[in-house]
């Protein structure tokens, strides 16, 4: 029997998200008369018994009841300092397709195609986006058996969903359900992929050429997008032709040198915002950026008064939207990952693993502080069960409530409750 806990390097992970209010509500009060403070909280369940295989820094997507994940590591910590960074042993070279109704999963061998399509598909820390039943992936890096080489791949591919998921479990051909677009702008890896009105949006990331391994002996050559790319898709068919058409960058040298970040989608109905969290390095100290940047698609703000203290490294994340009270806000919650402080005073500039679940509130104007907080982020009472999180993905299962694609607050189980 094991225990498995997120579907990144240790597989799943169940999490009850509870109301706390400090009072029950009273039943004839509408939601909007009654100012509660915005406390609910997470547990973590192991499911026990299941055996999915641990993967983290991967792409996926989601159908009915089903996930599709592709690419990433099996392996957890690459190396710092050594020529076996990133080997090639390590890489998902399958097509994974996991049944949340029963936990059993079913996977395809990336070996029926061509190296040049399997090697972008088997890489890490791609960037992608799922705009219907498609799934978007830009970049990626990994082991490029064409050149020989370590790379960032310079492909944007598109994927039929429900297709390559009856494919993967009928073990039919991969193929057509895969479009690949070569274009030297994709060549990104450690950036994050969002939409806004059918424009979608590289943020940050790095083009990454070469093994790595530790300076002075690096034997790579880094190059920082240090922008926000736009692009649109025109998808035919999977193996037609589909973009990138109307391209475009807007450019940020001190702002956006970030890559392994955060970028969460919060929607308004004054219009959809990106925020843009934590990320590494500044240019002039290896500490992340800790002031939270907003893009509406056209702008940016920097929120330099403020200081992001959790989870400022690539983590699992989820939002609740608050239609209870009508306020407009949303809480993201970062769960785990790397951050520079594990509680509300201990600083560490290494930046470790943490075990710390963090909540920032937002509007549409950008951080905000709803009655009954202690300020625009906060500190959950709970944890992470160990120092998980890091390139590890939130996923909901079927029938949870969402309002503006986060979690409905006002359907959050009041005092005891669960959403998968």
């Not at 029950?24 to 939601?31: F, Y």
């Not at 972008?120 to 219907?132: A, E």
């Not at 009928?170 to 479009?179: C, F, I, Q, R």
């Not at 950008?366 to 009954?372: H, I, K, L, V």
Request: hydrophobic share 35%.
């Amino acid at each position: 029997m094991c225990q498995r806990y997120a579907i990144s390097l240790v597989s799943v992970i169940l999490l009850s998200i509870n109301s706390l209010w400090a009072q029950q509500p009273n039943t004839t009060q509408s939601p909007a008369d009654i100012l509660s403070p915005w406390y609910f909280h997470v547990e973590f369940e192991p499911i026990i018994g299941e055996t999915v295989p641990g993967y983290h820094s991967f792409a996926y997507a989601t159908h009915g009841s089903k996930w599709l994940i592709i690419g990433g590591r099996t392996n957890g910590l690459h190396g710092l300092n050594s020529n076996s960074n990133f080997e090639t042993e390590y890489s998902n070279n399958n097509i994974i397709v996991v049944d949340t109704t029963d936990w059993q999963w079913s996977a395809a061998s990336l070996n029926q195609l061509s190296l040049a399509h399997a090697d972008p598909l088997r890489s890490t820390n791609m960037q992608f986006h799922q705009k219907g039943d498609k799934l978007y992936i830009a970049g990626g890096y990994g082991w490029d058996s064409t050149n020989a080489m370590f790379a960032t791949f310079p492909y944007l591919i598109s994927v039929d969903v429900p297709g390559l998921i009856t494919a993967v479990e009928n073990g039919d051909s991969l193929s057509p359900h895969l479009g690949f677009y070569l274009d030297s702008t994709m060549a990104v890896c450690g950036g994050e992929m969002e939409e806004i009105n059918d424009t979608f949006y590289i943020v940050g990331g790095h083009k990454f050429e070469g093994r790595y391994n530790d300076v002075p002996n690096g034997q790579f050559t880094q190059t920082y997008t240090n922008a926000i790319r736009s692009f649109t898709i025109v998808d035919i068919e999977p193996s037609g032709p589909f973009g990138p058409f109307n391209q475009s960058e807007l450019v940020d040298t001190n702002n956006l040198h970030r890559r392994d970040l955060n970028v969460v989608k919060l929607q308004f109905d004054e219009g959809d915002r990106l925020a843009i969290l934590g990320g590494v390095f500044k240019k002039t100290e290896n500490l992340p950026y800790t002031e939270p940047i907003y893009f509406n698609g056209q702008s940016r703000q920097v929120f330099s008064n403020q200081n992001q203290r959790f989870s400022q490294y690539t983590s699992a994340s989820f939002t609740v939207y608050d239609d209870w009270s009508n306020t407009g806000t949303s809480a993201v919650v970062l769960l785990g990952g790397m951050g520079t402080h594990n509680n509300l005073n201990n600083y560490d500039s290494l930046v470790p693993f943490v075990n710390t679940v963090s909540q920032m509130y937002f509007n549409v104007n950008g951080p905000t502080q709803p009655f009954g907080t202690s300020g625009w982020e906060e500190l959950s009472l709970r944890t992470m069960p160990g120092l998980l999180g890091t390139n590890a993905v939130f996923l909901t299962g079927n029938g949870v409530n969402t309002t503006h694609s986060a979690l409905s607050r006002a359907n959050l189980p009041f005092g005891q409750g669960r959403t998968t």
